[in-house]
């Protein structure tokens, strides 16, 4: 068991940012969040962190997430209330009654949230998450690829407006509501019990956060020193000489191109959605999804978002390895290049360096 304290929250951020590689609220919107935790711990006290075997396996875990465009933020601010009147609106619907609160994207905000609501309703946080990083879709999930039930799905916004969903292509009815909602919203899904939560999901991933926390927060270290400290290595260090993106579908599209810094005449090209999803040098690739890619900004060292990166702007491109259940078949064609629309197979995991 693990109490969550309130000085550990910002190393805490810093994890769950660089496990959302690139995508799930960048590290602005993050820290508000992590911002409204630490409150909610001074209120409540820490949150009580439960390691798998520690937790009761006949227990219920409830997943909170957010869905949506996580910059809308900056105007439409969240209250800290959605996803307690979420869970509200989903119990009205649904008997299961959760006794504890797991993760269901480790990644960005969705990293945080799941602690929020675990201190506002007094209940355990059991590590275990459906992702161990940042991924886009509902779907793209531990839990939903051993059949766990995601519905019915509850989701709220700061006005007052709630659903409760119970259908087949949850995705796209839960990205229609959150449209019309204006923007995005809270979900919360149906508890699931305990047992079936930990033999399908990724279990340790807060704790993993917070490793990343402390390994990146230390300046000192070198940008490679911190990559090889976390599992991982330094791809490049570039210069942003291109940025495109375009909208496809229900998520932003584009391309980085970055001229190396650390090579002459060299480029590496970084393909991206949610999350940043592909490195390539020569039209080959270097890294590819389900294995992390995070960009940083040479100066200050501090994460940058696919929705941030800028031209002009010199960043790290640093890679880490994926969770392992993602790379086993058949998870793999759920996270591949291939399900995203690139025409690559994945790139099992080495340094390239």
Known sequence: MHLLQPDEVDQLALGVVMLGSGGGGGEHETHAFAAM???EMRQSGPVTVLSP???DPDGHGARVGLIGAPTVMI???PSGQEAEDALKALQ???STTAT???GWEVGGCNGLLPLILAARLG????????MGRAFPRIDQTTYDAAGLPTTPLAITEPSGNRAVLDATGIEKLARTVMVDFGGWAMMVAKPLKLADALEAGITGSLQRALELGEIWSQQTLSVDERAKASGGFLVARGKVVEVWRESVGDFPRGTVALRRLDADDAYVRVEMQGEYLVALADGE????TPDLLCCLDAESGKPVSTERLRFGAVVDVVALPSPPQWVREPMLGRVDPRAFGYDLD???FRDVT
């Open 37 to 39: 935790l630490r409150q």
């Open 53 to 55: 075997a520690e937790a």
């Open 75 to 77: 105007e439409k601010l």
């Open 92 to 94: 009205a619907h649904d």
């Open 100 to 102: 504890a609160v797991i």
């Open 123 to 130: 209940l355990p946080y059991v590590d275990v998450d459906g």
């Open 285 to 288: 690739p270097l890294v590819t």
């Open 346 to 348: 994945y790139l099992p």
